[in-house]
């Protein structure tokens, strides 16, 4: 038995008027109460983060880090103890070590955003102002899944997937940004899921996740591939919807005052970084 | 804090919980799911520019769907819905309706959600998109499935059968 759009319509205007004159025992002072119980529960869980990040900065300032490696959590420790506002999140650091050959320089952050939601699709824009423009993601749960997707040379679509982890990011060269790169405002995708998104299921469901060489199964290796395949996306958007989460993508290049380069090359005077501390893919 | 939130909770609380209870398919939660819903929009009222109807659907959409993921799901959907009688009877067009709007509570909540609002709230797939927090195409697709597993076809018009 088939149906028609009409019938549809029909049903849901029938089912939708159902009980209507029993009118919805939905009240303005429940919603208030609610809404103000929220606010303090948000209020004193923010107050409870701001004392553990004091106590944080306090232990990090002690010199527990140093080097690249910690760069996002020494930047905790740059912040005065006394700021009057606490941002709560994941913190994105402030240069993204870019490493070609005998070629080592930092970009410093151009552009950021932060979500404090997982499970929907966002989509970053920036201009870039060299053919080495950087992004990295960065989020509250390291064990969070990203996803990021963005156009290549010769309209092939590139990105990255896997765990968040320390962040997850990467960087553009003379031979992967698109021609138009320089001549127009950039965007690119990402995607965050949940650490406990049914990420196996849906892509033993769509694509079958087939093993990658050695792995075992359908492992974390397999599930980060078939995570770049749109359906696989789509479907755990529509199974998971939108949750809480923070997370931020930061977007990395020559500073906006720096001198213009038409040739896109990065600017001589760029600091070299203090040690080598990143692969191309800048993970 | 006012700023003409209770005249939009009187104004739009019953369409709001018949449209979640299109969600849900049941009263108590399509209740509960509405004034979880408002209660948010009411902490965001004042940041809440122009009709505030597609933030506060965007929420019922993504509450439910996080309510949906949370709860156990012991029903196990059919990959076809059974036949009915003959439909020239008339009984089995009471059955067509009740196998229909069994068929809506197997749907994802997203493609739910893009069922009710574009044929019950009337909403154009940009404006679903807007909702949903997803591009058109994508919807058009979540549509295109959900008609398919309801078997309810885009192209068919309402034929009525002669009663012999």
């Not at chain 1, 004392?51 to 990090?60: Q, R, S």
């Not at chain 1, 300032?61 to 994941?90: F, H, K, W, Y």
């Not at chain 1, 102002?129 to 989020?139: A, E, H, I, L, P």
């Not at chain 2, 509405?34 to 506060?56: I, M």
Request: charged content about 25%; hydrophobic content about 35%; glycine content about 8%.
């Amino acid at each position: 038995m088939r149906h028609t759009e009409s019938e549809l319509r029909k049903l849901l205007t029938e089912h939708g008027g159902e009980r209507a004159h029993h009118g919805p025992s939905v009240h303005l002072d429940a919603i208030v109460k609610r809404g103000r119980r929220t606010r303090r529960i948000r209020r004193a869980v923010t107050g409870g983060t701001a004392a553990a990040f004091a106590v944080a900065a306090v232990g990090l300032v002690n010199g527990l880090l140093t080097g690249p490696s910690g760069m996002a959590e020494t930047m905790v420790a740059q912040r005065s103890a006394d700021s009057a506002q606490v941002d709560p999140g994941p913190k994105l650091p402030e240069k993204f070590p870019v490493v070609l050959g005998a070629n080592k320089f930092d970009l410093p952050l151009i552009h950021s955003q932060r979500f404090k939601t997982e499970g929907v699709t966002r989509t970053v824009t920036f201009t870039p102002s060299s053919f080495f423009t950087g992004y990295k993601v960065v989020c509250d749960d390291p064990r969070a899944w990203v996803v990021t997707s963005h156009q290549l040379k010769s309209g092939e679509g590139g990105g990255t997937a896997g765990r968040c982890r320390e962040g997850v990011g990467g960087h553009h060269d003379r031979l992967s940004a698109p021609s138009d790169w320089l001549k127009r405002p950039q965007s690119m995708q990402v995607w965050v899921f949940p650490a406990d998104a049914p990420v196996k299921e849906v892509a033993k469901a769509v694509t079958g996740c087939r093993p990658i060489w050695k792995s075992k199964g359908c492992d974390e290796t397999a599930q980060s591939r078939e995570l770049m395949h749109p359906e696989v996306r789509e479907r755990l958007l529509a199974e998971i919807g939108e949750q809480p989460g923070g997370w931020a993508v930061g977007i990395y290049d020559r500073s906006a005052t720096a001198e213009p380069a038409p040739n896109g090359e990065p600017p001589a005077n760029i600091e070299p970084p203090t040690e080598g501390t990143s692969t191309p893919a800048g993970r | 804090m006012d700023d003409g939130f209770a005249e939009y909770v009187a104004h739009r609380r019953l369409r709001l919980c018949r449209m979640a209870y299109l969600l849900t398919q049941d009263w108590g939660t399509a209740e509960d799911l509405v004034q979880t819903a408002l209660s948010k929009a009411w902490l965001a009222w004042r940041r809440v520019e122009g009709n505030p109807d597609p933030y506060v659907y965007r929420i019922i959409v993504n509450t439910h769907a996080s309510w949906w993921r949370r709860r156990w799901r012991g029903e196990v959907p059919a990959a076809t819905v059974p036949e009915t009688a003959d439909p020239r009877d008339t009984s089995a067009e009471v059955d067509d309706q009740a196998v229909l709007w069994s068929a809506i509570g197997t749907l994802s909540p997203r493609q739910r959600a893009v069922i009710v609002l574009h044929y019950f709230e009337g909403r154009t797939l940009t404006q679903v998109a807007d909702i949903v927090g997803c591009s058109p195409g994508a919807v058009k697709r979540q549509l295109s499935r959900a008609l398919t597993r309801l078997r309810v076809d885009p192209d068919m018009q309402t034929m009525k059968l002669e009663r012999v």
